[in-house]
């Protein structure tokens, strides 16, 4: 089982900018694809990215299609969700996933999951 840590959310006004880390202190996080997925209050968890093995990125969520960017760290065992032009509607907890093979928009995909990070964005 791989264990994910989230790190990097909080509180930014509407148009601020955030990165969010998700790191594995036991597990090499090259061998997995990484997915990061968001969840609001009331609402279904949210497929946002997911970032390959290869290093190629894949985006799901059309609303943050030029905006968030996925990239990783080899060297620092890392993936960042680097994510500018918040809006109030970003506002949620985002999770980062792993899966051991290919990227997936859907939740179910994926076998390990971090705690959550929880992004505010104000107006």
């Known amino acids: 089982q791989v264990q994910l840590v989230e790190s990097g959310g909080g509180l930014v006004q509407s148009g601020g900018s955030l990165r969010l880390s998700c790191g594995a202190s036991?597990?090499?996080?090259?061998?997995?694809?990484i997915g990061w997925f968001r969840q609001a209050p009331g609402k279904e968890r949210e497929g946002v990215s997911c970032?390959?093995?290869?290093?190629?990125?894949?985006y799901y969520a059309d609303s943050v299609k030029g905006r968030f960017t996925v990239s990783r760290d080899n060297a620092e065992n890392t993936v960042y969700l680097q994510m500018n032009s918040l809006k109030p509607e970003d506002t949620a907890i985002y999770y980062c996933a792993a899966v051991r093979f290919y990227c997936s928009g859907f939740a179910s995909s994926y076998t390990d999951w971090g705690q959550g990070t929880q992004v505010t964005v104000s107006l």
């Open positions: 970032i390959r093995r290869s290093g190629v990125s894949e």
């Open positions: 036991e597990f090499t996080l090259v061998n997995y694809a």
